[in-house]
């Protein structure tokens, strides 16, 4: 079973880097970068993690969503 993820990080991601999170959707401003993820098991939950961890980023907030969240107003330019 797949479920989405929200993560928040500190600063603007490049696109490059962005991109190599796979999100399915995002939204970067001057202080923040907001993507949206599929995740699979816990095992990619904490790759991905592991990852921002890795690149020194500031991983700020993480939420999985859930069917009732409005996914259509969460990342609006």
Same mark, same amino acid.
């Given at each position: 079973?797949t479920d989405?993820?929200e993560?928040?990080? +500190?600063?603007?991601?490049?696109?490059?880097?962005?991109s190599?999170?796979?999100?399915?959707?995002a939204r970067?401003?001057a202080?923040e +970068?907001?993507?949206?993820?599929a995740?699979?098991?816990?095992?990619?939950l904490?790759?991905?993690? /592991?990852?921002?961890?890795?690149?020194?980023?500031?991983l700020? /907030?993480?939420?999985k969503?859930? /069917?009732? +969240?409005?996914?259509?107003?969460?990342l609006?330019?």
């Open positions: 079973m989405a993820y993560f928040i990080i +500190t600063g603007r991601l490049s696109q490059e880097l962005l190599t999170f796979e999100p399915t959707r970067r401003d202080n +970068t907001v993507f949206v993820r995740i699979r098991d816990d095992g990619e904490f790759g991905v993690i /592991s990852r921002c961890e890795v690149l020194g980023l500031h700020i /907030s993480l939420r969503l859930t /069917s009732n +969240t409005p996914n259509g107003r969460l609006q330019p």
